[in-house]
């Protein structure tokens, strides 16, 4: 089973071929700039949840 950080880390990417893939125009980039940084920091929570001191700490962070 693959660990949460690596399959955070393959949406992002799939996020991030997806947005490329849009339109390039003023009704499509605004949403897709949205999804691209909603998808990226996914993955920055994870890693900040890792980096917790206590159990306590790290069911916090992956919790909000």
Same mark, same amino acid.
Request: hydrophobic letters at 50%; glycine letters at 4%; zero cysteines.
């Given at each position: 089973m693959e660990r949460? &950080?690596?399959?955070?880390? +393959?949406? *992002?990417?799939?996020?991030? +071929?997806?947005?490329s893939a849009l339109a390039h125009n003023s009704t499509? &980039?605004?949403p897709g700039k949205q999804?691209?940084?909603s998808s990226t920091s996914i993955? *920055?929570?994870?890693?900040?949840a890792y980096a917790a001191v206590? *159990?306590?700490e790290f069911s916090q962070k992956m919790t909000s």
């Open positions: 949460i &950080d690596e399959r955070t880390y +393959k949406f *992002a990417l799939r996020i991030i +071929k997806l947005v499509a &980039d605004v999804v691209l940084r993955g *920055a929570n994870v890693e900040e206590s *159990a306590r």
